[in-house]
């Protein structure tokens, strides 16, 4: 793993970015409780368990990542295994618990798809890490990773439903795109493991079991599937 600085501004994308959607999480889930009828104390109640339970997540990641034990890709199964597990599990809980159900009914449509554009910094952060060498290349969108695609149309897709101009087929087109360019990275992500290498030994994933990268699918890969999910549901009342 190439030496790297949390303070290179393509790095800490890695931090904010993570950072910037669990506040958004914590601000979207006390709105929608408020929309709901909900009282202040509630709904004020509701957001800091969110935001506990978030921070616990991220904290124990990151702790796991930094102690080495992601590392450990001889035990079987290897710990990453777990991490992405967690990342599947809490991403349904999410879109399909309470908090989903009223972000699916009380946030707007349009919100909901803009948020989705933080994988367009994120696509840009992680295209410069190849040039770091801290990435292989099949992971960028100079391999075979188009989920750039996803966050540059999230904005525009946004903008037409917030003016009027886009409607339910358009999100639910742009909805299953998004997911399938999300499940194709996430594909070639585990296919280039160690437990695979299925693009050779000199391009192997084993940035993400590092810190801040292991926040790239323990929260940035979760919320997008999340917010995927969430959007389905949020079509289903239109």
């Known amino acids: 793993m190439p030496a790297y600085q949390l303070t290179d501004p393509v790095i800490a994308a890695f931090i904010v970015l993570p950072i910037g959607l669990?506040?958004?999480?914590?601000?979207?889930?006390r709105t929608?409780?408020?929309?709901?009828?909900?009282?202040e104390s509630s709904s004020r109640r509701t957001a800091v368990i969110v935001a506990v339970d978030t921070a616990a997540w991220?904290?124990?990641t990151w702790v796991a990542a930094s102690s080495g034990i992601l590392q450990q890709w001889d035990r079987r199964p290897p710990p990453f295994l777990f991490v992405i597990l967690g990342v599947v599990?809490?991403?349904f809980i999410l879109a399909f618990?309470?908090?989903?159900?009223?972000?699916?009914?009380?946030?707007?449509?349009?919100?909901?798809?803009?948020?989705?554009s933080f994988r367009l910094p994120l696509e840009l952060a992680m295209h410069a890490l190849t040039e770091r060498s801290i990435m292989p290349v099949q992971m960028s969108y100079s391999g075979r990773n188009f989920d750039i695609v996803t966050g540059?149309?999230?904005?525009?897709?946004?903008?037409?439903?917030k003016t009027g101009y886009g409607g339910r087929r358009l999100v639910l087109a742009w909805n299953v795109i998004g997911l399938g360019l999300l499940v194709n990275v996430v594909s070639v992500a585990i296919a280039s493991m160690p437990l695979f290498k299925a693009f050779g030994e000199e391009r192997v994933v084993t940035?993400?079991?590092?810190?801040?990268?292991?926040?790239?699918?323990?929260?940035?890969v979760l919320a997008?599937?999340?917010?995927?999910?969430?959007?389905?549901?949020?079509?289903?009342?239109?």
């Open 97 to 116: 618990g309470g908090v989903g159900t009223r972000l699916a009914q009380y946030i707007p449509l349009w919100a909901l798809v803009a948020v989705q």
């Open 224 to 238: 997008a599937l999340a917010g995927h999910l969430v959007i389905f549901r949020a079509l289903r009342r239109l």
């Open 207 to 220: 940035f993400v079991t590092y810190p801040p990268f292991v926040w790239l699918p323990a929260v940035m």
């Open 32 to 39: 929608a409780w408020l929309r709901s009828g909900a009282k």
């Open 22 to 29: 669990a506040a958004t999480l914590v601000w979207a889930t």
């Open 152 to 161: 540059a149309t999230a904005i525009v897709v946004a903008l037409l439903i």
């Open 89 to 91: 599990i809490i991403s």
């Open 58 to 60: 991220m904290t124990l």
